[in-house]
């Protein structure tokens, strides 16, 4: 299975793909920073790119079969953007790209 992780620097997004790569996934991550993910392995892939700029999002989600977003931010007063609008830009290139199903969004 293809699958692209959003959030994978840290905590729950490398867990998981750590755990994605371990069962034998072709696992892409799309990271602001590349350097923060140095440790290169058979079927991970590192793709520079942010939630938040439409055209890195559907070219990465364009040739995935599976998109898991584990983005997470430092507490703030300040309001805050990125889950909105980082997940419609995902939802919009999965739309566009391949996806004709449903997405369950557990509540937390």
Known sequence: MKILII?????????????????????TV???DASR???PRPNLFVVRG????????????????AVCI?????PTRKPVH??????RNV????NKFWFK???DLPAT
């Open 101 to 103: 199903g449903t997405i």
């Open 30 to 32: 799309l990271v602001r």
């Open 7 to 27: 959030g994978a620097t840290r905590g729950i997004g490398r867990c998981l793909t750590d755990q994605a790569v371990e069962m034998g996934a072709q696992v």
């Open 70 to 74: 584990v983005i997470g931010i430092p």
């Open 91 to 94: 939802v919009d290139a999965m």
């Open 50 to 65: 942010d939630i938040l700029d439409r055209s890195s999002v559907e070219e990465t989600v364009k040739s995935q079969e």
């Open 37 to 39: 993910f140095p440790d």
């Open 82 to 87: 990125v889950f909105s609008e980082g997940t």
